[in-house]
């Protein structure tokens, strides 16, 4: 499934040059993106990059300043919002609290008027989808804040939108029970093949649900990739930095063929990367994943890119430990290990000296 890539498909949603100002303070820049049917799309970026705005303009509560939003090919601005095939699911939820489960779930299919006898099977069919049968009867307030979640994400699907807008939907969660929730919403996506649009600041929610991520930053997109894309091939400090743990090393690049030599600091040979694009000489950032980073006792005796240092901080992680290292230079680097049951790897500790590694295209070179 890589709409994306197929130059035939056409976009569900497109965003063409939007500009959202509010005053002179500009909260959506410039900003083009194409969606596509069945994606589970996600927003990103930290709080007031101008998500929610984007997410409100498809739904119609506010009007680009400049540019176009399309839906299936036709510009939506004259069309409002309770015309447009676009459902919103909001953070709070909005469930009415005098009304049960199953008449919150019908109240837009009530409002249409359509036969009861068609409503009673399509509350049934949400009930079931959601998994809250049994809780149909109940007021909002008689159930969890889990559930109140699958009534909300019930009453958004009821109507069949062609399009989901979801906005932060599991921040209410704690942890473990949002991390279950992102797999069963993943699930419930693809058996209605709806097509999801879900504004979060969470990186790991973003990661795991979406087919693809935009990360914005100010009004403006960064990068809009897969998950592993964004993860494997950032196209900046920003987004490298923005999803999960990176070092990032400022040098002078120098291009060597298809690497490049970049020289950081005193006395340390150059390290060697591989250019995130066509890049001329010049100052450059280095980033490079602290799991890439291998960390050992002995000088590696195969590797280009060979740094000595001393334990700073070592981060526990049951699985992982992140060891922070100090380089002669004063800069740390991270480097991650998995912790495994077996012996064999010694464990390192506070003040020891260690060597740290790295192959010449475990690390990316980014412009600066
Ligand atoms: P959050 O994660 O905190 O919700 P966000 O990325 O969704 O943030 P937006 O709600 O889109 O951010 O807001 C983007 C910027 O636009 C913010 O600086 C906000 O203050 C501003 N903004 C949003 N709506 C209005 C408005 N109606 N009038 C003036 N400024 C607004």
């Known amino acids: 499934f890589e709409p994306w890539n197929d130059p035939a498909a056409n976009p569900l949603i497109q965003f063409r040059n939007v500009t959202k100002r509010f005053g002179d303070f500009t909260a959506v820049d410039n900003l083009s993106i194409d969606i596509f049917e069945k994606e589970f799309f996600a927003l990103l970026g930290p709080s007031g990059c101008g998500k929610t705005t984007m997410m409100r303009m498809l739904a119609g509560f506010e009007t680009p300043t400049s540019g176009t939003i399309m839906l299936d090919g036709q510009d939506i601005s004259p069309i409002p919002p309770n015309k447009r095939s676009v459902n919103m699911m909001f953070q709070s939820y909005a469930l009415f609290p005098h009304l049960t489960v199953y008449d919150n779930i019908a109240f837009g299919l009530k409002r249409d008027k359509l036969p009861p006898d068609q409503i009673d099977a399509r509350v049934k069919e949400m009930l079931r989808l959601v998994q809250i049968e049994k809780f149909g009867q109940r007021k909002p307030e008689q159930i969890s804040g889990g559930q109140r979640q699958r009534v909300a994400l019930a009453r958004a699907l009821a109507k069949a939108p062609k399009l989901l807008l979801l906005d932060e939907p599991l921040s209410a969660l704690d942890k473990k029970l949002r991390q279950d929730t992102q797999f069963e919403l993943m699930d419930i996506q693809e058996k209605t093949g709806t097509t999801f649009v879900v504004v979060t600041h969470d990186q790991e929610e973003a990661m795991t649900v979406a087919s693809r991520v935009a990360v914005m930053d100010h009004g403006k997109l960064k990068q809009v990739d897969t998950p592993d894309r964004i993860y494997e091939a950032p196209n900046s400090t920003y987004v490298a930095d923005f999803i999960g743990d990176v070092n990032i090393i400022?040098?002078?690049?120098?291009?060597?063929?298809?690497?490049?030599?970049?020289?950081?600091?005193?006395?340390?040979?150059?390290i060697i990367g591989t250019p995130s694009k066509p890049m001329d000489d010049g100052n450059?950032?280095?980033?490079?994943?602290?799991?890439?980073?291998?960390?050992?006792?002995?000088?590696p005796a195969d590797r280009n890119n060979v740094v000595q240092g001393k334990v700073l901080d070592i981060a526990y992680l049951g699985n992982l430990s992140t060891y922070h290292v100090q380089l002669p230079s004063g800069i740390v680097i991270k480097a991650q290990t998995a912790n495994s049951r077996r012996r064999a790897s010694r464990p390192f500790?506070?003040?020891?000296?260690?060597?740290?590694?790295?192959?010449?295209?475990?690390?990316i070179v980014l412009e600066r």
Not at 284 to 299: D, G, Q, T, Y
């Open 284 to 299: 450059v950032s280095f980033a490079i994943r602290p799991e890439k980073v291998a960390i050992s006792a002995e000088r």
């Open 349 to 363: 500790t506070w003040e020891d000296e260690v060597w740290l590694s790295w192959t010449d295209t475990a690390g």
């Open 250 to 270: 400022e040098g002078h690049g120098k291009a060597q063929g298809d690497t490049m030599a970049i020289s950081w600091a005193e006395g340390q040979p150059p």
